[in-house]
């Protein structure tokens, strides 16, 4: 088990264009619902860039 980050509701949509093991999520914009707020805090060892695009994600059926 990770580290609770908090959560985001969200509208989505299931597609043929991305693998079916993986979720996608715009994190370019600033402001409260923005994805990196959500996301693993970790540097990458070789670049020292954010890992912004990997994180475990749980999905539900809002409702």
């Not at 264009?17 to 996608?24: A, L, S």
């Not at 693993?40 to 999905?59: G, H, I, Q, W």
């Amino acid at each position: 088990p990770g580290q609770w980050k908090g959560m985001n509701t969200v509208s989505g949509r299931i597609t043929t264009g991305i693998r079916p093991d993986t979720v996608f999520m715009p994190f370019h914009w600033p402001g409260e619902g923005r994805a990196n707020t959500l996301t693993n805090p970790a540097l990458d060892p070789t670049s020292r860039m954010p890992e912004f695009k990997v994180c475990a994600v749980r999905v539900e059926v809002a409702g």
